[in-house]
């Protein structure tokens, strides 16, 4: 895919910066949006770097686009069309930073839930309305919530119709901040700044064991295996130790 109308896509030499760009739709997420989001999966998959993930014109997404979900049937609602996108983005090799201003609803909220941080503005608001229209949050959000916030709150949230706003969203940890709106995407920045520092080798094998769907240490020892002989490794830890001497 060469073209995006959903998405404004840069690529920089250490990370992607993806906006969502439907805003006549409120960012509502269509099967075009879909198909643009996996394009730039695809991409970092094939050269993985830390992603920015963000709205625009004060809304990050407004959940899918229930035109398109009134036509779907059973056999569409098992080939879990949201459900294996988000999937597909909280599986990318590198970590993934979603920049959060205004409303994230439904499949929008379920596809901030799918990155690995979330960074909030003051009038940010997450909430899952599906049961209102007759369905459930399939795309990710009865699993990933109350892995994220606890189980009490994912019920309030699922089965209450309770909105999470920005305060309660950093006080239950799933923010890892809250600042002003024309701040937001400078802040998230920061956090892929941090990044980038890193041995892109041992961040990457990090998020591997993080996701694991069965945490072992084994993973642990198994990754370790692999960095205690990369030669970034070797150089970060000589750094270090020079530093440490030129200190004493």
Known sequence: MTEYTRLVVEEQPDR????LNRPEARNAIDFQFGLELH?????????????????????FAAGADIA?????????ALAGINCSLFERVHRLPMPT??????????????????????VASTRAVFANPE????IVAGAGATWRLPELVGMPLAKLVLLA???????????????????????LE????????????MSP?????????????TVHPVADLLANALLFEDDEKTARMEAFLARKAGRT
Request: with cysteine; glycine share 10%; proline share 3%.
């Open 161 to 183: 119709g309770h909105r999470i706003e920005a305060r309660e969203a950093l006080e239950s940890r799933l923010v890892a901040a809250v600042v002003e709106p024309e701040v």
């Open 131 to 134: 049961a209102d229209l007759g």
């Open 16 to 19: 992607m910066v993806v906006r």
């Open 68 to 76: 398109q979900l009134l036509g779907r049937g059973r056999h569409e």
């Open 97 to 118: 930073v979603a920049a959060i201003d205004g409303f994230a609803l439904g499949g929008g909220a379920e596809l901030a839930y799918a990155c690995d941080l979330r």
């Open 186 to 197: 400078r802040t998230a920045m920061a956090y892929i700044d941090r990044m980038t520092k």
């Open 201 to 213: 080798i041992a961040l990457r094998l990090s998020k591997y064991v993080l996701d694991a769907d």
């Open 39 to 59: 394009d730039v999966c695809a991409r970092l998959e094939a050269d993985p770097k830390p992603m920015l993930l963000t709205g625009c014109d004060g809304y």
